[in-house]
């Protein structure tokens, strides 16, 4: 089946305005994590969904980000007020419910973002 | 908390040759580590995952890691670099499942012809 896609894959907007990223997980897969990486560094993650749960928001930088999932399908991730430090490339992953520690996330390609 | 550190931002190695990208972990707990490859513009793909059934794992494209509990360590080795193996690579750690991955810096593996 069709994996986890993103859109839009590149996006250039000018600092001060808001910007929303999308993510469409794999069908079925429960969990759903937002992660930012930025140029020479490693993935930091941002948020993170599981089914009807409350989610986790303890990754996101600050209160410009926010993120929503309607039930198991689609987030978006959504950055107000655009900062320089905000570029980077956001990428979204989505993993099955239950499966353990050895479960695999399952990656888009990722939102190229550029603030100018 | 969990993480773990990748030495070296860049490797370098000429083809046929042996490829050994390292990671160190650092856990209180039995570490659930994964090794990530990301192609220019692309996503990650999962090489490979320690699963603690064998201390030697093996994974896609011919890498391989080993757990070494002693050494703290999960280096990624393949015994023969191809030109299509120049990719990012991530070492990750999780604390359970359905958690976020907490991932290395990451190192960047160029290939020489």
């Known amino acids: 089946g069709a994996g986890v896609s993103q859109s839009p894959s590149n996006k250039v907007t000018e600092k001060g305005k808001d910007v929303e990223l999308r993510c469409d997980p794999i069908s079925g897969h429960t969990a759903l994590y937002w992660y930012r990486q930025r140029l020479g560094q490693g993935l930091e993650f941002l948020i993170y969904?599981?089914?009807?749960?409350?989610?986790?928001k303890s990754g996101l930088p600050s209160d410009r980000f926010s993120a929503e999932r309607t039930g198991e399908s689609v987030s978006t991730l959504t950055i107000q007020r655009t900062q320089q430090e905000d570029s980077a490339v956001y990428l979204c992953?989505?993993?099955?419910?239950?499966?353990?520690?050895?479960?695999?996330?399952?990656f888009g390609p990722g939102t190229r973002l550029t603030v100018l | 908390a969990q993480s773990v550190t990748q030495l070296g931002s860049h490797v370098s190695v000429s083809e046929g040759a042996l490829v050994l990208l390292r990671c160190n972990y650092s856990?209180?707990?039995?570490?659930?580590l994964f090794w990530y490859v990301q192609y220019p513009n692309q996503g990650l793909q999962l090489l490979l995952k320690?699963?603690?059934?064998?201390?030697l794992v093996k994974g896609i494209n011919g890498f391989e890691a080993e757990f070494k509990k002693s050494e703290t360590s999960f280096h990624l080795t393949k015994p023969s670099a191809h030109m299509s193996d120049a990719a990012e690579y991530f070492c990750?750690?999780?604390?359970?499942?359905?958690?976020?991955?907490?991932f290395g810096k990451g190192t960047r593996l160029s290939v020489i012809a």
């Open positions: 320690y699963t603690s059934a064998a201390t």
């Open positions: 856990s209180s707990v039995p570490p659930y």
């Open positions: 990750a750690v999780r604390r359970a499942g359905n958690t976020p991955l907490v």
């Open positions: 992953a989505s993993e099955t419910q239950g499966g353990g520690y050895y479960n695999e996330q399952f």
């Open positions: 969904f599981q089914g009807n749960s409350a989610p986790d």
